[in-house]
Structures are given as structure tokens and as C-alpha cells.
């Protein structure tokens, strides 16, 4: 059955990076049907979109946020990673991973598969 | 960025009601929309895919419909389980963009 699950620090100082990890169960992150994604919402607001891997390590990111952004990939463990440099408040958020398929080329896909999310707060 | 718009923010339905959400695109975004829907405190959970078709193990109450800018997502018979925020995302074109969702509150 497939997993996905984030981890990482739920507190990071302003200016800091933030970092997590979504490890992968139940299929191989190799697999060349998916690409493999992070989104973020804030409290009480909608969704974003920040940016997907897929297995070879080819990457799309959110424009809005390209230049602060870095999603790598590690395949011996499972396992993709997010990291978010020169972080404000405005960053406060719950971070999913997500699975994404494409169903038809360059445009067409979903997220069918979600971590449970993880709350990271920006404070010092 | 295309611009996700749904209508209503909430709204209040009773338990056997029918409710449709909109969505609409800011330009045509083809058939390329999903739908999902999210319970407080949970991960959203994708319920329709390119507009029409219906995720395997989603229920048939559920159905979406629409193409180009205007789109649709019915619930017949709404159910106690179907009280929960939906949002609309477009997957026509980078970034993708969801809209800001709507909550549907028992009445």
C-alpha cells in the first residue's frame, strides 16, 4: 500500500532554510509513471503548488518561488527531500508531498497520493 | 499564472441534498481539471481528474462536469461524510494553480 510520509524540523528561525523529507512506501520512488511533488498551505488558506522531481532528478519549480527552492531526489532510500532557503513567516505553512501522474503528455495530471502534511512554523 | 476562481466560498446543504461547486479558469484550460476534496486536519484527497472522470474507490454521488473556462463538481445525495472544503486545480499548464475552496457546512 502506498505511503508517503514528511518529516523534518516543525520550527525554523527567519532567514534560516527549511528542510524536509517525504520517505516513499509501497512503490519505488524509480518508478518512471510518476513524478513526485511538494505543496504547502497555510493556515486557514488555500493551496500552492511548489514543485516536483522526478526520478532522474529533472525538476519543475513554482516560479514564485523558484529562486528559494531545491527538491533532490535520493533513490537507494525512497525518499525526496525539500529545501526552502531565506524562510519569513509568510512561509508558515502544513508541506505535503504528493504523487503526481500524468495521463497525457506535457499537460494532464493529478496528485492521487498525499503524505498527512507537516506543520513547520517560521519564528524566532 | 492561470487563475482558479470557485463560487460559492460556502455554503450550507442538508444530509439527501444536491450541491454543485463551480470553478472557473482565467483562460481555457481544455478539460484539465481535478477536483479534491479536504477534511480539517487531513491531507486533500483526489475525487475527479480531467474534468469528468471519477478516481477509482470515489463515489459515484460524486460527478464533474465542464470544459474550456467553466466547470462543475456535483455531490447528489450529499452525505454526512461529504461535509468538507473542495478545491478545483488546473493541470493544463505550469505552475499548476488551485482555487481558494469552497467549505460545505450542514445545514
Known amino acids: 500500500q502506498l505511503q508517503l510520509q514528511e518529516s523534518g524540523p516543525g520550527l525554523v528561525k527567519p532567514s534560516e532554510a527549511l528542510s524536509l523529507t517525504c520517505t516513499v512506501s509501497g512503490v519505488s520512488i524509480n518508478n518512471n509513471n510518476f513524478y513526485w511533488g511538494w505543496i504547502r498551505q497555510p493556515p486557514g488558506k488555500g493551496l500552492e503548488w511548489i514543485g516536483i522531481?522526478?526520478?532522474?532528478?529533472?525538476?519543475?519549480?513554482n516560479p514564485s518561488l523558484k529562486s528559494r527552492v531545491t527538491i533532490s531526489v535520493d533513490t537507494s532510500k525512497n525518499q525526496f527531500s525539500l529545501k526552502l532557503s531565506s524562510v519569513t513567516a509568510a512561509d508558515t505553512a502544513v508541506y505535503y508531498c504528493?504523487?503526481?501522474?500524468?495521463?497525457?503528455f506535457g499537460s494532464g495530471f493529478y496528485d492521487d497520493s498525499w503524505g498527512q502534511g507537516a506543520l513547520v512554523i517560521v519564528s524566532s | 499564472d492561470i487563475q482558479m476562481t470557485q463560487s460559492p466560498s460556502s455554503l450550507s446543504a442538508y444530509v439527501g441534498d444536491r450541491v454543485t461547486i463551480t470553478c472557473r479558469a482565467s483562460q481555457t484550460i481544455n478539460s484539465y481539471l481535478n477536483w479534491y476534496q479536504q477534511k480539517p486536519g487531513k491531507a486533500p484527497k483526489l475525487l475527479v481528474y480531467g474534468a469528468s472522470s471519477l478516481q477509482s474507490g470515489v463515489p459515484s454521488r460524486f460527478s464533474g462536469s465542464g470544459s474550456g473556462t467553466d466547470f462543475t463538481l456535483t455531490i447528489s445525495n450529499l452525505q454526512p461524510a461529504d461535509f468538507a472544503t473542495y478545491y478545483c486545480q488546473q493541470s493544463y499548464s505550469a505552475p499548476d494553480t488551485f482555487g481558494q475552496g469552497t467549505k460545505v457546512e450542514i445545514k
Open positions: 504528493a504523487r503526481r501522474k500524468y495521463y497525457d
Open positions: 522531481i522526478y526520478y532522474s532528478g529533472s525538476t519543475y519549480y
